[in-house]
């Protein structure tokens, strides 16, 4: 390895590993949504090593671009409501989750770096497409169709209920009008 990618993978590990922390540690919802956005960039970084360009693209767009912009547009319209008293009590149960995360996280990587050591047959050949955009389309859309219909159906499912989240913390304005509207005079 060049020390240029050494540089950019260290950069983009600690980039994805403080977004994360911030995201678990802070008490604040908008400070939250920035550390998963810095989150989203190292990952996206790490795809651009793997050269794979186009997860990269697609990461910030789909996450980037338009999960962290819906968590900011929902934190905006609870407003205060969003954190609740016990959140601000106590961070010892977030950091609770990061530590047992960051236990899973070491599990997984002595995982990784024992399979690593043990002997592999070679890979299989792939075709000359394998990677493009043009072969992950026909991918999806061919024998992977029901795993991207049911994630768009569950991000539908999430915007609904985001939105849902937001209107049930607000006060009707039909309704204060309606308790105020006196009623009409019966005719004699």
């Known amino acids: 390895m060049k020390y240029f990618e050494i540089a950019f993978f260290a950069f983009n590990a600690l980039l994805t590993f403080g977004g994360g922390l911030i995201t678990v540690g802070s008490r604040k919802p908008i400070r939250s949504a920035m ?6 960039f190292g990952i996206a970084g790490c795809y651009l090593l793997l050269a794979a360009d186009f997860l990269a693209a697609i990461q910030l767009i789909v996450y980037a671009g338009a999960v962290v912009i819906l968590f900011i547009f929902v934190v905006m319209l609870l407003g205060s409501a969003a ?36 002997k592999t047959e070679a890979p ?16 999806v859309f061919t024998s992977r169709i029901v795993p991207f219909e049911l994630t768009g159906a569950l991000l539908l499912v999430a915007v609904v209920g985001a939105m849902a989240v937001a209107r049930g913390k607000q006060i009707d304005p039909t309704r204060r009008l309606a308790k105020r509207a006196p009623e009409p005079e019966a005719a004699e």
Request: hydrophobic content about 50%.
């Open 35 to 40: 550390g998963l956005l810095a989150t989203i």
């Open 83 to 118: 954190v609740s008293p016990s959140d601000a009590r106590s961070a010892v149960p977030r950091y609770l989750g990061a530590g047992v995360f960051l236990l899973s996280a070491v599990g997984a990587l002595g995982v990784v770096i024992r399979a690593a050591t043990e």
């Open 124 to 139: 299989e050949t792939l075709s000359p497409g394998f990677g493009t955009v043009a072969e992950l389309g026909h991918e």
